[in-house]
């Protein structure tokens, strides 16, 4: 049996959005969900048939949409939890009071920058390089820096071979972070998209697993432990969270997890908005790429799975200028002697900034999702 794209299956979602539940029905990523359509179709088999036909595949088979749907729902997050949990840490989530980060209310700080390798790709390394079969060749990525260290770890840690492709804007750190783990690291091109082209030439020539840094059902899964977690450790529950999106993996994931119970806030630095700019196009789209959070949220295009998701569980994408991202650092630092990078701290830049106000009583979390940051730079965030 086939699904054919007139089927309800592949409707468009009801027009109009709404803030809360209404009677008609649930509110999801800034969408009305008709109770009725979302009882015969889930999600994830809604999302997978949209995946398919943007690939331009006009049908699809029972098992493929399955297949798809499974790994698109909370579920697959469980099922990366339960299998990553021996090798990663579950990264403490703190209660501080806000007002020295731009709420009147207290907020909630997941401290995923205290996981393996310095930030939240460990997670999604490790499902991957797990629930997959890794051919005799290893894995290739390419990555900003975090990404190529996370696999490049999760290699080591499962004895794999690794071949990292990083852009010439990465940070030393981040790429002597790389080498430590024993991965071969090649360092070209300017920014991520070109890193890229040379792993998957690189994967096509030797046989090794591709490891993406966002746009692969295995990834997003892995990151959505993040989401799972906060929401068990966070004491006084959560209304909204505000994620850090470069290539959207991670902001995909944790969507993914909540399924519109929380909203779900993506924070962009304005010189890299790959995933505001695929939300307002109704697709993705090229966008440059100029921010100092530019080697851990510099892609420049989000995925057609990475939009997807977002488009339908996601509830608004916000820009922050530079200079609120270097203030973020600065709070964290004067305030709790937390060393965030630029992409880590960009979550909180959108209390700073104001480009999130929350409603009086609305429980925030704010994920500071990476810390690879140098001595260097970490003495100039001093007054």
Known sequence: MQHEFSSAAAAEWPPGTAERAGEEGDFFGGR???????????????????????????????????????????????????????????????????????????????????????????????????????PAAGVTAASGGNHGAAVAYAAACLGHRARIFVPTVSSPVKIDRIRAYGADVVVAGERYADAAVLSEAFAQESGALVVHPYDSPYTIAGQGTVGLEWE????????????????????????????????????????????????????????????????????????????????ELVAQAVLVPDSAIVEAQRRLWESLRIAAEPGGATALAALLAGAYRPRPGERVGVLVCGGNLDLAALAALAP
Not at 52 to 78: F, G, W
Not at 95 to 114: H, I, Q, R, T
Not at 261 to 278: D, I, N, T
């Open 32 to 134: 009305l969900l008709r109770r009725d359509f979302a009882s015969r179709h889930g999600l994830g088999e809604v999302v997978a048939i949209r995946y398919a036909r943007a690939a331009r595949t006009e049908t699809c088979r029972d098992e493929e949409v399955s297949n798809m749907a499974e790994a698109l729902s909370p579920s697959a997050v469980e099922a990366a939890l339960a299998r990553i949990r021996p090798h990663v840490r579950r990264t403490p989530v703190m209660a501080v009071e806000g007002a020295a980060f731009g709420s009147a209310e207290p907020v909630s700080l997941k401290l995923e920058l205290l996981q393996h390798t310095g930030s939240f790709k460990t997670r999604g390394a490790f499902n991957n390089l797990i629930a997959r079969a890794v």
């Open 232 to 311: 068990e450790d966070a004491p006084d529950g959560l209304d909204t969270v505000l994620v850090a999106a470069g290539g959207g993996g991670l902001v995909a994931g944790i969507a993914l997890w909540f399924a519109g119970r929380v909203k779900v806030v993506a924070v962009e630095p304005r010189g890299s908005c790959a995933l505001h700019a695929a939300l307002a196009a109704g697709r993705p789209v090229d966008v440059e790429v100029e921010s100092i959070a530019v080697d851990s949220l510099g892609a420049k295009r989000v995925g057609d799975l990475v939009h997807m998701i977002a488009a």
